[in-house]
């Protein structure tokens, strides 16, 4: 009977001290300032060290060729209408012809390709890093719906997610050759950077972007690592690399971890070196903005970032540490250093994620509308003014990790039991109805009087405020679709913001909603 890894302190502060040893409401968004900083030039255009020419065919009539018999799918797909559209029905049948569209939608081209996509932009030091977090967890919510009922072509989306994660890994600043040095840690951090305005130009890596890519390499380990046989050995050997490269992140992004037995929170702060900007003006037309950023990260060295970065991470967390628990991955070694992953796998981290929810849930204000409906309203971070109400695209990025958490949470607290923690992640029911209603009764706009008034628009803040044709948060439903599971009118109303024409738009559907859609559509 296997026996869970309890470390004495002297060994922790051993690891510690051999280790290569963000944010504010203003500044949540990891995209580069329009003023930008001057990079080394580009190398030679190169293809990606990751071969992925054999892992994703192409698309044939909708079906993955080389994968297998996709069970029901020899014919061409029937004639596609325009544009895509998400319906009511959820047969086994039904749900693999919408899975073939949605690959053909996004996923057109071949793993190679995008392998070596990612791989220029990392090459040419512009990274859509929001844009492959939000592929990578589409790949995930794909691979769970269909394996239940066509596993062969589940697995085209599960295979396409370790190229990306692969792609992802081979480009992390301390693998680079050269290691790329943060200057705001001192070393090469297991992480992502680059150049930003509003870091004096500095190279800067934080947890936020971490959480996005290392989420991608946990959750295809975690998938792999329940069912090992179910594999080829190259997934299985790619699901061990994978769950360490996650843990010697979270190890590296420690320092920046506020994480004390006596205190009930968790969370990540941004780090200290934040303090040593000087935030100089810009020769440009957004100086005002980049200097007035630059600012906010300044002050906010030492305190606790965003809770939707906090959460980015967490969910990475939680499918770190059941790929981690897992028989693959505790007897793939047995040196010393492999004992240290798994305690901070398995020991450390659940009660980071127990811990950093409590954080996040004490923080949400709960009211109480005219007819004694609840709901919440919430800051985007603690510190905020009143006025820094979190908004809606934000708060899904929250929901959508804190539904990954649901999904582990059993698991997780299993963890935490037998390795003698008090501590549980404390997901309930009244929670997400109270998050349904913020969305079903104050971001949801439909004027039933006025025709021509605000029809399936959401509003950009969770208040209810910033709502209009124009502008508006209808792209951003995604992390919201899982509150389905608690209220069936939450898939109903997203599915209706998604497809609301928009202003010089057919609708607002992209890789995440769509997924999202098609993942939670049993719960409508």
Request: proline content about 6%.
């Amino acid at each position: 009977m296997r026996t869970r890894t309890q470390l004495p302190n002297v060994l922790l502060a051993a690891l510690a001290m051999s280790a290569c040893a963000v944010s504010t409401e203003d500044v949540e968004s990891t995209e580069q300032a329009i003023c930008a900083c001057p990079s080394p030039p580009p190398p030679v255009p190169r293809p990606s060290p990751v071969d992925c020419s054999d892992v994703v065919p192409p698309m044939s009539h909708g079906r993955p060729l080389g994968a297998g018999p996709p069970s029901g799918v020899d014919a061409p797909l029937p004639p596609q209408t325009f544009p895509t559209y998400v319906g009511d029905a959820n047969t086994d049948a039904i749900i693999k012809q919408d899975a073939d569209r949605f690959w053909a939608e996004h996923f057109y081209m071949t793993g190679q390709e995008e392998v070596d996509s990612i791989q220029q932009a990392f090459d040419n030091y512009n990274v859509p890093a929001w844009e492959y977090g939000s592929r990578a967890a589409a790949l995930v919510q794909m691979f769970d719906l269909l394996e239940p009922i066509d596993p062969a072509r589940a697995y085209v989306y599960l295979s396409r997610l370790r190229c990306i994660a692969d792609a992802l890994l081979v480009n992390r600043d301390d693998l680079r050759d050269p290691p790329i040095v943060d200057s705001f840690h001192g070393r090469a951090v297991a992480g992502w950077g680059a150049y930003g305005a509003d870091r004096d130009c500095r190279w800067n890596t934080d947890v936020v972007v971490a959480g996005l890519y290392t989420y991608a390499m946990a959750a295809f380990a975690r998938r792999v690592a329940d069912n090992p046989s179910a594999f080829s050995e190259e997934d299985r050997e790619a699901a061990i690399r994978f769950t360490t490269a996650t843990v010697q992140s979270y190890f590296d992004y420690r320092d920046d971890l506020h994480l004390d037995e006596h205190d009930r929170w968790a969370y990540f702060k941004a780090p200290t070196g934040y303090a040593t900007l000087t935030c100089g003006l810009f020769s440009c037309d957004e100086a005002e903005k980049v200097q007035k950023t630059c600012n906010a990260y300044k002050n906010g060295a030492d305190h606790t970032i965003a809770y939707n970065e906090n959460m980015l991470f967490m969910k990475a967390l939680a499918e770190l540490a059941l790929a981690a628990d897992s028989t693959l991955y505790r007897d793939s070694d047995d040196s010393l250093i492999h004992a240290f992953r798994i305690y901070y796998a398995t020991y450390e981290a659940p009660v980071v994620i127990a811990k950093n929810f409590t954080f996040f849930e004490d923080h949400l204000n709960e009211k109480t509308l005219s007819d004694g409906t609840p709901y919440f309203e919430w800051s985007s971070q603690l510190g905020s003014p009143t006025k820094n109400i979190e908004d809606t695209g934000h708060a899904s990025v929250t929901l959508g990790s804190l539904a990954v958490l649901l999904d582990d949470k059993s698991r997780l607290d299993a963890l935490l039991e037998a390795n003698n923690r008090t501590e549980r992640v404390a997901l309930s029911r009244p929670l997400f109805e109270r998050f349904a209603n913020t969305f079903l009764r104050i971001i949801w706009k439909y004027d039933y009087q006025d025709p021509s008034g605000l029809r399936n628009i959401l509003s950009i803040i969770v208040d209810g405020s910033l709502a209009s044709n124009a502008k508006n948060a209808n792209g951003n439903c995604a992390g919201w679709i899982p509150l389905a599971q608690f209220n069936p009118w939450m898939w109903i109303r997203c599915r209706d913001a998604t497809f609301h024409p928009g202003v010089g738009t057919a609708n607002y559907l992209n890789v995440d909603n769509h997924a999202a859609l098609l993942r939670y559509r049993q719960f409508r």
